[in-house]
């Protein structure tokens, strides 16, 4: 008895002295979803963020959501946490945090101290999705889609579905990877908005956090094709002048190899051999007689437009391929002054494998 | 004289002259029960008479509700007119009983009568006679399981005699070596007490333990069995308990062949027995009648339910209130918009919730059946089902409440039950503060409980801890048959082999 | 006059595997990543394994001293340095407890701060931890035997974390391999000892364990799983993260949690902190019941009385260190005096012992 009245009164005096931490009672907060950065002019930003408010369903089990999305201005190099907090009724929490967008015209500049936001917050997961909007960020987020569903999950089911298929890999984990890393450069999903939809545009390529240029949509599937293994996406192979095959990937597998990495000329070899299937072809050909013929065809095609990339990689001076780390884990004199000196002059020889496994149900 | 009622023990043991001390003269003896008998007659139901029989004459008294009426007629009176006995000593060869008791002890003829004996004198005043037992049985017959009921099985339970149900166990253990040793305790309601094991596989320090713990029982009311665990345990402040009840004999029966030790109380219905862990509380019979995966399986099942009913609430509460990130993005809609609108925080909304079944539940208890199908119905849906409506309650609460409600009722055991039922309670509150860290906070301190309780001495969370992994084949699941060659180590079994598992497990190669 | 406890008290032996790898996993595992790759880079996986082998050895010398003298540590200090000196090392010893947990305490309470509850105050966390740890103490060494192995069984389910950063690995993080001098290998073993000190508590604990001599290779396993768990958890790091943005990260483990992706919760950094508490658990409760135990075993006063003060002592201690560098300190001062133990005290103590031993022989001859 009496270890229980002393463990009584050493228990609720506990409790007293305390400071209890702040609730956050999930409907007495405000969840921002998606974030928006905009270039306002020379000293400001426009900063946009996008809520869902849940309807009041009172039992009947609809769960009804529209999005609430708002833009305050702010200077450069203040948060823009404040301004926004004094538009909402309720505390904005930035826990589920979907998506985050980049007016072009802010890219341009840089973007790490925004990424920084996010980076130090241990509220937010390292798998959202970011990307750069030719345009402005603030019109897609404001505009009206015909989904029903938010503009933020959206965005974020666009990237991430595409990032399955015919786009690289790419959230936030990605591009700080790609940042911080010696030897590569980050790179994120171009978005456009088209009407009533949002397309990507291509891959949007930064040299640091500066963006510098695009590699249009059509270039997506061999730039994946070099960068990551992977075991989806389709693309187009043209067989003659008029006719083209939509061939589509069962397993893709990239390896490199690199020669004379310590020297200034380095050789680096990309190898890819992919498996693939037939999906639609618009001639009437008989595949299976040219079988070996289509695949050299594909193979052909998708390492000239490899080649393309990398010409304009070198050209613009960026490697968001990582070659610079591959010939890094070759060369134990490395460093990244060097390899931004040679990497313009390097040679890179791709080689890709295709092997034509099916040809669906038809003939 | 009152005080004669609440002697202490000490007195009562010169009486019997266990130490050598005087016996009380006859002057003494004779005024003690002359003392005794005016105070019994101012009770209606005494009846003290003197029959004229051939050569002598003799006095019954006897309490009349305790005695077999048509006994006294049939058994007693008629040997007793027709006998040619001069001497009291000589009735004793012609009355129909096989044992009759000639004493001269007073204390031991007060006490007898008091139980129900028929007290045969020669006169009135005469400090010696004869007691004959002759306790009408009022009780109730053998009747199923309330509690633990089982689907297949047999269905018979314990009943309040003492006599009946150690025939009950009796008729399951024919053999020389199962002991039952008497003893009373209570010091008002001196109820009989049977210690009940098998000599050769219960260790001799099991049975001595609860024996001595049953002598140092200083209490005057032991009515029933429940009374007694409390005073028995090992951590009386503990909310778990450390000696399992059972009314059913078969389980009673398997226990004791595990090597365990129990007692029965005069007037109870179940059988305690002990040492015992903590998992024993939640096997039902039924897990030994089906096949061992069907029976891990439900087992599993049991105890999945026993941890959602305590941590469901406080983990909707802590996830709710601090730590919103957790909920997936699908569903953090459905959540929200259920709680849109409710006045309280979740913590106060649980709590409300809480308290309202547990109303519900006693409430139940003590509604007589016809009403009780009403206020089910009232209680269940209407009142939910319009607190939704009103706003006042978010309906994901509320089934995640119905629903640990339920699930709690799995426990077998009555006395689990409710243990289950309040653990929940700490756990809620330390959500509401401190999240997370707080529901870790207290599942170690429910650990830390843990690991100090013993049974009767033995480790309580066995076969956890310490690890015993030939005791782990019939705690979580339920081995086949076949596996379970010994008896499990937490009792410490003189003998340890069960069945020669070679035997049992022979199989003939193909074709043989 | 060795100490003898009484067999109801005592532990089965292969209990030691628990202990030692309880009291080892504590808080050093969730941010020494950082530290070893800020120092060595890629190659901080043989410095772990170098650690590994040199606590192997340094716990065989413990074993050693203990089994020559057949006590505890109290014991082989009054053999050796007589009562008033063996004393004063005792106390320091308990001391250097006392330290081990105040440090577990309140790096745990910082980790709870930033990650999961800002406005907490240090003495909710700490009250909890410490209040929690003390029932665990009062419940003596069997007790705390328990929540070892319980603890460690808990948190089994954080090991899934390390299958999710698998789709995300760079296997060229690793390379090129033994990219630096041997000489710097070695020297950044220093790092890892915050991560392996604890196991002294058997200089205390050893009349507590059972047939003594089968437990021995129960604590070679321990140090052997807890230097794997150090060195896998570093290599997926390592692959994980690029090396300059892991010098950035004060706790690489907890991130990693941040990737597992399970489909009826997000974010599983706040389920692994909560599951930690257990971890913890056995750190402060072995460290608390080996200072109050010193302090019974040298001045003979209660231990419940000792452990309840030295708990309320670290709870005070703790709240006046609050910035963050001051815990770094903290770390760092307990991390060298640890070496200095475990590298310098220890094999000291093995040679005296030895001399003093073969002299008392030879004067015994004679």
Request: glycine share 6%; hydrophobic share 45%; with cysteine.
């Amino acid at each position: 008895m009496e270890k229980l009245k002393r463990m009584a009164v050493a228990l609720s005096s506990l409790l007293l002295l305390v400071g209890c931490e702040q609730p956050k009672v999930v409907d007495d907060i405000r969840i921002v979803q998606a974030l928006g950065y905009d270039y306002y002019d020379e000293s400001h930003i426009l900063g946009t963020i996008t809520t869902p408010i849940y309807a009041h369903t009172g039992g009947s089990g609809q769960v009804q959501a529209t999005a609430d999305t708002y833009s305050v201005v702010s200077h450069i190099g203040r948060t823009l946490n404040t301004l926004l907090e004094s538009r909402s009724e309720f505390p904005l929490e930035i826990g589920k945090l979907l998506v985050i967008l980049y007016g072009k015209d802010l890219a341009k500049g840089g973007l790490f101290p925004y990424i920084d936001v996010v980076n130090r917050n241990p509220d937010v997961g390292r798998t959202i999705s970011l990307a750069v909007v030719d345009g402005r960020a603030e019109t897609i987020l404001n505009h009206k889609f015909t989904t029903d569903q938010l503009v933020s999950a959206y965005l974020n089911d666009l990237i991430q579905h595409n990032t399955k298929a015919s786009f690289p890999k790419n959230n936030l984990h990605e591009f700080l990877y790609s940042y911080f890393g010696d030897g590569m450069d980050p790179f994120m999903p171009l978005l456009k908005l088209k009407q009533h939809h949002v397309e990507i545009e291509g891959i949007a390529l930064f040299k640091g956090d500066n963006y510098v240029d695009y590699l249009p949509f059509e270039y997506a599937y061999p730039f994946k094709m070099m960068f990551e293994s992977f075991n989806d996406g389709s693309y187009e192979v043209p067989i003659n002048r008029n006719h083209y095959m939509s061939i589509t990937n069962i397993s893709s597998k990239v390896d490199y190899k690199v020669e004379n990495a310590s020297s200034n000329r380095p050789i680096i070899y990309i190898n890819v051999k992919e498996k693939g299937f037939l999906r639609e072809s618009s001639s009437t050909m008989q595949p299976k007689q040219n079988i070996k013929e289509i695949e050299r065809i594909m193979e052909r095609t998708l390492e000239r437009e490899g080649n393309q990339i990398l010409e304009m990689l070198k050209k613009l001076g960026v490697d968001p391929l990582r070659l610079g780390d591959k010939v890094r884990s070759y060369d134990r004199g490395w460093s990244e002054e060097k390899w931004r000196a040679i990497y313009p002059h390097v040679t890179v020889k791709l080689d890709v494998r295709t092997t034509l496994a099916q040809t669906g149900i038809i003939e | 004289m009152p005080a004669m009622l609440f002697r202490r023990k000490s007195k009562t043991n010169n009486n019997n002259n266990k130490n050598g001390h005087k016996l009380p003269s006859r002057a003494e003896r004779a005024k003690s029960l002359s003392d005794f008998f005016s105070m019994m007659e101012e009770s209606k139901d005494f009846v003290s008479s003197d029959h004229k029989l051939k050569h002598m004459t003799v006095r019954i008294s006897y309490l009349n509700p305790m005695v077999d009426p048509k006994s006294i007629r049939r058994d007693i009176l008629p040997y007793l007119i027709s006998c040619d006995a001069t001497k009291l000593e000589d009735l004793v060869h012609y009355l129909p009983f096989v044992s009759i008791t000639h004493t001269k002890d007073v204390e031991q003829i007060k006490e007898k009568l008091l139980k129900g004996f028929i007290l045969i004198q020669k006169h009135k005043e005469d400090p010696d006679g004869l007691l004959l037992e002759l306790t009408a049985q009022h009780g109730r017959q053998v009747t199923p399981p309330e509690v633990e009921f089982s689907v297949i099985g047999p269905k018979t339970a314990f009943v309040e005699s003492l006599d009946t149900n150690i025939a009950l166990i009796r008729k399951l253990l024919p053999i020389p070596n199962f002991k039952v040793k008497e003893m009373s305790v209570g010091k008002v309601t001196k109820t009989k007490v049977a210690v009940i094991y098998i000599d050769g596989i219960a260790n001799r320090e099991n049975v001595n333990t609860l024996t001595q713990r049953l002598k140092d029982i200083e209490y005057d009311n032991i009515i029933d069995s429940s009374f007694l665990v409390q005073m028995l345990s090992d951590n009386k402040h503990s909310p778990f308990p450390q000696l399992v009840d059972t009314e059913r004999p078969d389980r009673v029966v398997s226990a004791l062949i595990e090597g365990k030790v129990a007692f029965i109380l005069d007037g109870s219905p179940f059988v305690i027995m002990g040492p015992t862990t903590i998992m024993e509380f939640f096997t039902a019979f039924d897990d030994y009648a089906l096949v061992w995966y069907l029976a891990s399986f439900f087992r599993l099942v049991r105890l999945g339910s026993v941890a959602f009913s305590v941590f469901a609430t406080p983990f909707y509460v802590a996830v709710l209130t601090y730590h919103y990130q957790l909920i997936p993005q699908d569903l953090i809609g459905t959540l929200i918009s259920s709680r849109m609108g409710v006045p309280f925080p979740p913590i106060i909304e649980a709590l409300l919730m809480e308290l309202t079944i547990e109303v519900l539940r006693e409430a139940g208890v003590r509604l007589p059946t016809k009403v009780g199908q009403t206020i089910g119905i009232v209680g269940g849906i209407v009142i939910g089902t319009a607190s939704v409506q009103a706003n006042l309650t978010s309906n994901v609460l509320l089934i995640l409440i119905a629903m640990a409600a339920l699930a709690s009722f799995t426990t077998p055991n009555y006395k689990m039950n409710n243990t289950v039922r309040l653990l929940r309670f700490p756990f809620l509150i330390a959500a509401g503060f401190f999240g997370m860290i707080g529901i870790a906070a207290v599942f170690a301190i429910l650990v830390a409980h843990l690991l100090k309780l013993t049974s009767l001495g033995r480790p309580y969370i066995e076969p956890f801890y310490p690890l015993r992994l030939s005791d782990l084949k019939d705690a979580f699941v339920r081995l086949p048959y076949s596996q379970q060659g010994q008896r499990p180590l937490l009792q410490r079994p003189v003998d340890s082999g069960r069945v020669n598992t070679w035997r049992a497990n022979f199989k003939y190669d193909i074709d043989e | 006059m060795p100490v003898k406890v009484p067999e109801n008290r005592q532990v089965s032996p292969y209990f030691m595997l628990f202990i030692i790898y309880g009291i080892q996993v504590g808080i050093g595992v969730l941010s020494y990543e950082r530290v070893l790759a800020e120092e060595i880079g890629n190659d901080g996986w043989i410095t772990i394994l170098i650690s590994g082998i040199l606590m192997e050895v340094i716990l065989w010398m413990v074993y050693r001293v203990l089994e020559k003298n057949g006590g505890d540590l109290i014991d082989i200090h009054k053999e050796l340095f007589g009562k008033w000196l063996g004393g004063l090392f005792s106390v320091i010893f308990s001391l250097y407890f006392l330290t081990m947990s105040l440090v577990v305490m309140r790096t745990y309470a910082e980790i709870v701060q930033v990650w999961m509850f800002p406005h907490l105050s240090y003495f909710a966390i700490a009250g909890m931890v410490g209040g929690t740890a003390y029932t665990f103490v009062s419940g003596g060494f069997r007790s705390i035997t328990g929540i070892s192995f319980l603890s460690i069984v808990y948190s089994t389910p954080l090991f899934i974390s390390l299958f999710f950063p698998l789709p995300y690995v760079h296997y060229e993080n690793l390379l090129p391999m033994f990219h630096h001098s041997p000489l710097a290998i070695i020297s950044a073993a220093h790092q890892m000892i915050l991560n392996f000190i604890g196991f002294e508590v058997l200089f205390l604990a050893y009349p507590f364990i059972k047939q003594p001599k089968k437990a021995k290779k129960w604590g070679y396993y321990a140090i052997y799983l807890t230097t794997m768990l150090y060195i896998l958890l570093f290599i997926i790091t390592i692959l994980y993260y690029p090396r300059r943005q892991l010098k950035g990260i004060l706790w690489p483990t907890i991130e990693i949690w941040k990737i597992v992706d399970l489909p009826f919760m997000e974010r599983f950094e706040y389920i692994g902190i909560t599951i930690w508490f257990f971890t913890i658990l056995p750190n402060i409760a072995l460290s608390l019941w080996a200072a109050s135990r010193g302090f019974k075993r040298v001045f003979n006063i209660n231990q419940r009385i000792t452990a309840i003060l030295m708990s309320i002592l670290i709870y005070v201690i703790g709240f006046f260190l609050n910035s963050r560098d001051d815990i770094d300190l903290l770390n760092a001062i307990l991390s060298n005096i640890g070496f200095g133990f475990l590298c310098g005290y220890v094999p000291f103590l093995f040679v005296l012992q030895s001399i003093v031993y073969k002299v008392k022989k030879r004067n015994g001859k004679t």
